[in-house]
């Protein structure tokens, strides 16, 4: 990814700030209740089919508003949820063809606030903020002559969006899920490998226990000519990250940050709000927000999309990826990514 796109983005986020903080009604909520997939209006979806998978996991389908530029297989859009009064950003891997509907495929998670409202409570006919889509989680233009995927659970559905869009050559597919049940697109997948379009090696956790390195080797020897793309929970693409063979190539997509650094917390003032809360050095911002009651904006919640962005009035956090130090004086207003930014002591937001 070029350095460009994120600036862009981080410029855009600092341009929608105003708006974005004023969730969930703004005045063109209002218009929209007349015509919300109207041009001019920033981009909406309707959810038009709500398809249950496995017992907690669904296929959404939404028609885009007129502005939808359609995406490239792989990647993912972020998606406004109203719930409650407050509207709730998400990313989902986009999981239809190319050139059709436009779905995605939710899995809900225990407590998870917009996964069970997707899976469990929406239905068709709700509209829902939409974002163009984006991710660099892609086929390259050349595709591989050999490839293989190792997904695992709800890590499934970006190449699911890959593979119903393109045929590959030669493909080894090892996913993983707690049992043959939780297997999401089993009918779809299962025929492909029927058929020989893949090589299908699933792995029902709760029998078979979780896929090592080693049995990834075993299974698939000659992954290192294979150019592989894996998607899954945080341990299994730390693992595949920290082992995968120089020589071969691995491309990952996580749906949660990889925290690495934690530290001291400290006192988080939300200004405007009045709202102050004690946070730990492991808790993103937005979550401590969130927790007080704060209308916090949100996108991807993994330091991507810069849907979190807000200006630092005073204080140090740390970015949780990597440890780095932030300060801002008073004034300085400096402009942090509270999804992945925790205190490193007494810290003032701008919200
Ligand atoms: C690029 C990208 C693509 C994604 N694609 C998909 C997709 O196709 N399908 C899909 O189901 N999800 C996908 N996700 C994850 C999705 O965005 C949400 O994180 C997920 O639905 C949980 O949101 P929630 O509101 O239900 O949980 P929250 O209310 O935000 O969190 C509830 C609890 O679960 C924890 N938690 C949050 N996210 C996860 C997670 N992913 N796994 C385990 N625990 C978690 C939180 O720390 C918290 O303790 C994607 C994420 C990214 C960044
Ligand atoms: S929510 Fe996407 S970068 Fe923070």
């Not at 909520?29 to 001019?40: A, G, K, Q």
């Not at 998607?231 to 595949?240: E, R």
């Not at 810069?306 to 300060?327: K, N, Q, S, Y």
Request: aromatic share 4%.
């Amino acid at each position: 990814m070029t350095t460009a796109a994120p600036v862009r983005r981080l410029r855009d986020r600092v341009a929608q700030l105003a708006e974005l903080v004023a969730t969930p009604l703004v005045p063109a909520d209002f218009v929209d209740l007349l015509d919300p997939l109207r041009n001019s209006a920033d981009l909406r979806a309707r959810i038009v089919a709500i398809t249950p998978e496995t017992a907690d996991a669904a296929t959404i389908e939404l028609k885009p508003g007129r502005g939808w530029q359609g995406h490239t297989p792989g990647q993912y859009v972020r998606i406004g949820v109203d719930i409650d009064g407050v509207r709730r950003w998400r990313a989902y891997s986009v999981t239809s063809h190319s050139a059709a509907s436009l779905t995605i495929t939710v899995k809900a998670i225990p407590d998870g606030v917009v996964s069970n409202h997707l899976v469990h409570r929406a239905t068709p006919g709700t509209v829902v903020q939409l974002d163009q889509a984006a991710g660099d989680f892609v086929l390259p233009a050349t595709r591989p002559t050999r490839a293989l995927f190792v997904t695992a659970g709800s890590g499934i559905t970006p190449v699911m969006g890959m593979l119903r869009s393109t045929t590959l050559q030669d493909v080894v597919w090892v996913h993983s899920a707690p049992t043959s049940d939780d297997v999401i697109f089993a009918t779809e997948l299962r025929a492909w490998a029927a058929e020989g379009r893949v090589r299908l090696v699933e792995k029902h956790t709760d029998t078979d226990g979780m896929l090592s390195t080693e049995e990834l080797l075993a299974l698939v020897p000659d992954l290192v000519e294979r150019e592989t793309w894996a998607c899954g929970p945080t341990g299994m693409l730390d693992a595949l990250e920290g082992w995968w063979p120089s020589a071969g190539t691995l491309h990952t997509e996580r749906f949660r940050p990889s925290i690495q650094v934690t530290g001291e917390g400290g006192t988080v003032s939300f200004a405007r709000t009045g709202t102050v809360v004690e946070a730990d050095g492991a808790t993103p911002l937005l979550d401590a927000g969130e927790a007080a009651g704060v209308l916090m904006p949100s996108g991807c919640r993994m330091g991507i999309c810069f849907g979190c962005v807000l200006p630092l009035r005073e204080g140090a956090v740390r970015d949780l990826r990597t440890g780095d130090i932030t300060t801002a004086a008073v004034g300085d207003g400096v402009l942090i990514q509270t999804c992945i930014s925790a205190a490193a002591g007494p810290c003032d937001l701008d919200i």
